[in-house]
Every structure is written in structure tokens, then in C-alpha cells.
């Protein structure tokens, strides 16, 4: 079953904004990961955060866990037109590094 | 380029048919993956290959049958193909240890 749920599914900013999207999971984790999917490609690896760290900083991305709340949040700064694209969470719970991947949110940065 | 490479990057067939879908890494990558991503973009696991070892077989078909030649290719072959089959199918890689995984462009399979 599908593990992470994220919010909100479409959210659109302009450049320059920040944007925020959360994730929720389920059941216990070794780490948390955020991918990007621009429109008809595949997956890039955004930032890996552990369950024992609390947050985390690449670039203009700021990456925050919460294991208490089974929660996650992904922070982008000062956001460009660029990042137009979908995000999505994945838990990695298991030993052989199966990801369950959230539905992701659809974040669209208007110039 | 150093990469996950798929082929073919389209694939339309007909209902019953049988196609493979391949994965190459040059990554010098131990294990390797098969996602597959529905139109709601929703992306779920089907196999995983730790050095041609299967170590990941969620609940799929039989109809969808992976190989591994070797630890850098990873194959898809789906016999029978049905109009449910239609989907983005992703390879994936990731290094042992290190849990990011990279991913291929993605096949764009659809069932007629």
C-alpha cells in the first residue's frame, strides 16, 4: 500500500517565492528522500535526510523531518521558473532500499 | 555519458502481445530497479536486482518477468499485454550502501 501522502497536490507561486510541500507517512523509516520530475522525464535525487537528523540544507532546498508526526517537509527559497516541475517524498523502510514514493505535489513558479 | 539509459523510449502495442523493455547503467551500480508510473503519476516498485540477485518482487503479474544478464542491464519483458499495462515503466540504480537512487528517462508503453 501506498505509504507516503503529500499536500498539497498542485500548488502554484511566483518566481521568487518561497514553496513549501509537506509529506506523511506511515510506518517506520531509515530515511526520507525528495525526488524532482520535470514534465515527461525521470527522477532526479533532490536530498536523502536520515531518521535520526532533523533537518537539512542543499542549495536552495531546506529539508525538515519530523519522525514523531511521521512527517516531512521541503522548502524551496527564492523559487525560478526552473523549478516548475513535480516533487515527490520517498521512504526508504527496508533493507533492500524498496522506496515508497508519495503522489507528489505539482509545483508550478510563473516568471 | 555516465547514465540509466532505457529503450525504446516508446512503445505502442496491441493487447496480447509480448514486449521487453531494456535498462542499461554505466554507473557501476550493484542494484538495480523496475518502477512503474500510472497516470496519475503515482509511482509503485515492481523488482529489484542486487548483483542479478532478485532481492525486491512486489505484487505483479507473472505476466511481467525481469532479467539481469549482469549486474549493469536490467530487462522487462511483459507477456500478454493488457489495456491496464499502459504506464510509464522506470528503471532505476542506486550504489550498495548508498540509498539515492538514479533513474532512467522512462518508457512511455501504451496498450491498444
Known amino acids: 500500500s501506498q505509504q507516503g501522502e503529500e499536500d498539497p497536490q498542485a500548488l502554484s507561486i511566483q518566481e521568487g517565492e518561497n514553496a513549501t510541500m509537506n509529506c506523511s507517512y506511515k510506518?517506520?523509516?531509515?530515511?526520507l528522500q525528495w525526488y524532482r520530475q520535470n514534465s515527461g522525464r525521470g527522477l532526479v535525487h533532490l536530498i536523502l535526510i536520515r531518521s535520526n537528523e532533523r533537518e537539512k540544507h542543499s542549495g536552495r532546498l531546506r529539508v525538515t523531518l519530523d519522525t514523531s508526526k511521521k512527517s516531512s517537509s521541503l522548502l524551496i527559497t527564492a523559487s525560478r521558473a526552473a523549478d516548475t516541475a513535480s516533487y515527490f517524498c520517498a521512504t526508504d523502510g527496508s533493507w533492500t532500499g524498496k522506496l515508497i514514493f508519495g503522489q507528489g505535489t505539482t509545483l508550478q513558479v510563473k516568471p | 555519458d555516465t547514465a540509466v539509459s532505457q529503450t525504446p523510449k516508446y512503445l505502442v502495442t496491441q493487447m496480447g502481445n509480448d514486449k521487453s523493455i531494456k535498462c542499461e547503467q554505466n554507473l557501476g551500480h550493484d542494484t538495480m530497479y523496475w518502477y512503474k508510473q500510472d497516470s496519475k503519476k503515482f509511482l509503485k516498485i515492481m523488482f529489484s536486482?542486487?548483483?542479478?540477485?532478485?532481492?525486491i518482487n512486489e505484487t505483479v503479474p507473472n505476466r511481467f518477468s525481469p532479467k539481469s544478464p549482469d549486474k549493469a542491464h536490467l530487462n522487462l519483458h511483459i507477456n500478454s499485454l493488457e489495456l491496464g499495462d499502459s504506464a510509464v515503466y522506470f528503471c532505476a540504480s542506486s550504489p550498495t550502501g548508498v540509498r539515492e537512487q538514479y533513474f532512467g528517462p522512462g518508457t512511455r508503453l501504451t496498450v491498444t
Open positions: 510506518t517506520s523509516i531509515n530515511n
Open positions: 536486482y542486487n548483483n542479478k540477485e532478485l532481492i
